[in-house]
Nanobody, 113 residues
Framework: QLVESGGGLVQPGGSLRLSCACSRSIFSRSAMGWYRQVPGEQRELVAITTTGGGTNYADNVKGRFTISRDNAKNTVYLQMDSLKPDDTAVYYC?????????WGQGTQVTVSS
């Protein structure tokens, strides 16, 4: 239901942009979010945007990451700047509303020199 792209290897201080596309029927009714997970740890919220365009960020990415949604393309983006090694994780896209909760397949982001 959700198709992610944009992960990869980047040096500390670099940037990446993740994309997540889904159907209009899901996108228009859902809060869209990005989560991340490292082995042995729980999945954690990175950023979320509501259907009205409101946003919320984890404290450790505020000022570095920007979430946005393109309603014409049914796509949510995560612009990640000033990346740190601690940002290394598998990033998952999520679409959630009162009735459904969908996850993408995940995309690896590795920050390393």
């Amino acid at each position: 239901q959700l198709v992610e792209s944009g992960g990869g290897l980047v040096q500390p201080g670099g940037s990446l942009r993740l994309s997540c596309a889904c159907s209009r029927s899901i996108f228009s009714r859902s809060a869209m979010g990005w989560y991340r997970q490292v082995p042995g740890e729980q999945r954690e919220l990175v950023a979320i945007t509501t259907t009205g365009g409101g946003t919320n960020y984890a404290d450790n990415v505020k000022g570095r990451f920007t979430i946005s949604r393109d309603n014409a393309k049914n796509t949510v983006y995560l612009q990640m700047d000033s990346l740190k090694p601690d940002d290394t994780a598998v990033y998952y896209c999520n679409a959630k509303n009162w009735a459904t909760n969908y996850w993408g397949q995940g995309t690896q982001v590795t920050v390393s020199s």
